[in-house]
């Protein structure tokens, strides 16, 4: 008896070797791999790899499995699998794929989808003015809220792939928009007609996109694989897909793609190259053009490339990898982030080469700065994401000329041209709940509000007349609150699922000084 015990104690601890080893990716085939695809990359689910999971682990991950989640077609799986499957597969999904995946220009033209109902509209469905809109990206629950920027009504609510990600790009008329998710779905939706029009995978694990200067293309930045694909806006089609590599071979992550209207171009942050890439847009691309359009290499076969220079690409070598850029009126330099986070590097894009350093510490989110005059200077602001403060530095000569004191650190910065006022958000700490309200003259706090105490508070966004600021209460019982801009009295709240980034159609494609870009 007592070795009959035994032998089955040694036949579980066998049977648990056997299954802390291979069985999370049985299990992983059999719970998971008809949302998520069996190689993890993402199907009606999104993809289950780090790259896409980001801080999504342990505990945490755990609990999604275990729980589901609410208003998505993820079951909780708490009843069905025991508490080490559960964490067996949390630790599954968060280890790196064992292969590098490709996704080439085939690959991506078979997710491409267009609605066979759409039919574009004449003119807009809607009598408010198709300027004034203004995009709500709500995370909760992965919607995007089209609200009418003259009464605050919402027009539309239409699902977005899983978790959005940066600003969605409009066409320069303002009519369309195009949205991005992490797992590199393009969504493209018609806003006077309020439906949407059809979606791509255009990269595996993405970062952002850009608009061409002409609403021709759009650029997809991965982080997987290492590419930049490039579509048609048209009919999302793909056009190419630039294999990224820095001058000496090596792959390297797109970090960020900018548009940048004045040159003509797209605008690269490479992740493992000391490099910066300017891809043209136009064969006359930019004010460099006359001096540096022989420089371009060939981003196309060489006849072509030789013959219209579209999609060419100019290397700018840098002493070190920059990401985050803020670029300055007229896209003459751009300031980037080191990877320490501790300083700026000014980089002027005619003449290709570092010109300035700041001092930043505490990693400064410069994609969230913006530009306005004070007191007869030009000046940009940034917030940081490690320390309580906002560096105004004047763009003239790249002198930091004050460091605003907050009650933490923020993540989003917006302002107006008919505004007096910068909004800057302390994003994160115990001070989340807070916007601070600076004048841009005195360069002072003279407010701060706190319509949600507790609760993240943060991203501003302007109507295209500056008379109302609109703010997130950043929550999944989070609300949208429409701010007098003047008086910075409350106007109205409107209830919406952990509303992100807010996105104005006028203010984006004029790119007011008070947007990032
Ligand atoms: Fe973002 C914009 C990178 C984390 C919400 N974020 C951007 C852009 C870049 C970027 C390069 C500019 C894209 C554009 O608009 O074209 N973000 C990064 C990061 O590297 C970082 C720190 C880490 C990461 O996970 O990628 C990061 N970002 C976040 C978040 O955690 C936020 C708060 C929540 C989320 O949804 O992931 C977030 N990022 C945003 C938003 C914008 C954005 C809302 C657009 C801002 C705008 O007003 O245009």
Same mark, same amino acid.
């Given at each position: 008896m007592t070795r009959f015990i035994a032998s089955i104690s040694l036949l579980c601890i066998l049977a648990g070797q056997a299954y802390a080893g291979s069985d999370a990716a049985t299990l992983f085939q059999e719970h998971c791999s008809s949302c998520h695809a069996p190689t993890r990359l993402g199907g009606t689910g999104p993809a289950l790899i780090p790259e896409s999971l980001g801080k999504l682990k342990g505990n945490t991950l755990e609990s999604v499995i275990t729980n589901g989640r609410?208003?998505?077609?993820?079951?909780?799986? *708490?009843? $069905? #699998?025991?508490? *080490?499957?559960?964490?067996? #597969?949390?630790s599954y999904v968060t280890t790196p794929l064992a292969f590098e995946p490709s996704w080439t220009a085939d690959d991506i033209t078979s997710t491409r989808t267009l609605d066979t109902s759409y039919k574009p509209a004449e003119r807009p469905v809607f009598s408010g003015d198709p300027m004034n809109i203004t995009l709500v990206v709500e995370t909760g629950d992965h919607h995007v809220s089209v609200l009418d920027g003259d009464n605050f009504s919402i027009l539309d609510r239409f699902a977005t792939p899983f978790a959005v990600h940066g600003g969605p790009k409009f066409s320069p008329d303002g009519r369309y928009v195009f949205i991005m998710s992490r797992d590199g779905w393009v969504q493209k939706y018609d806003i006077w007609s309020l439906k949407e029009v059809g979606r791509i995978r255009a990269g595996l694990n993405s970062r952002n996109i850009a608009m061409s200067h002409d609403g021709q293309w759009l650029a997809v930045a991965n982080y997987l694989p290492d590419t930049l694909t490039i579509i048609s806006t048209r009919d999302l089609s793909v056009i190419k897909v630039i294999d990224v590599k820095g001058k000496d071979g090596t792959p390297s992550r797109v970090s960020a793609v900018y548009q940048a209207p004045d040159r003509k171009s797209f605008v690269l942050a490479l992740k493992d190259a000391p490099e910066i890439w300017e891809v043209a847009t136009s064969p006359d691309a930019g004010p460099y053009h006359d001096g540096f359009v022989h420089s371009f290499e060939s981003g196309m076969e060489e006849s072509l490339a030789a013959e219209r220079g579209l999609f060419a690409r100019r290397r700018i070598m840098i002493s070190a990898p920059l990401d985050d850029f803020f670029f300055t009126p007229g896209y003459r330099n751009l300031i980037g982030s080191n990877r320490a986070g501790d300083k700026g590097v000014v980089v002027n894009l005619d003449v290709g080469r570092e010109i300035a350093e700041l001092p930043l510490p505490g990693m400064p989110h410069l994609g969230s700065g913006i530009t306005w005059e004070s007191q007869g200077r030009h000046v940009m602001a940034t917030p940081h994401l490690k320390e309580g403060i906002l560096s105004v530095i004047d763009i003239?000569?790249? $002198? #930091?000329?004050? $460091?605003?004191?907050?009650? *933490?650190? *923020?993540?989003? #910065?917006?302002?107006?041209?008919?505004?007096p006022y910068v909004w800057a958000d302390v994003f994160f700490g115990p001070h989340k709940d807070e916007m601070h309200i600076i004048d841009k003259q005195s360069l002072e706090i003279v407010k701060t509000l706190n319509p949600a105490p507790g609760k993240t508070v943060a991203h501003t966004e302007f109507t295209r007349d500056g008379r109302y600021a609109l703010v997130s209460v950043w929550e999944d019982d989070g609300a949208v609150i429409v701010y007098d801009a003047k008086t910075l009295e409350e106007v109205k709240r409107l209830p919406m699922r952990k509303p992100a980034g807010k996105y104005n159609v006028w203010n984006k494609i004029t790119f007011s000084d008070g947007t990032s870009h």
């Open positions: 609410p208003a998505t077609q993820m079951p909780a799986f *708490g009843d $069905t #699998l025991s508490k *080490g499957d559960i964490s067996a #597969l949390a003239d000569n790249w $002198t #930091l000329i004050k $460091t605003i004191k907050m009650d *933490g650190p *923020g993540f989003f #910065l917006r302002s107006h041209e008919s505004s």
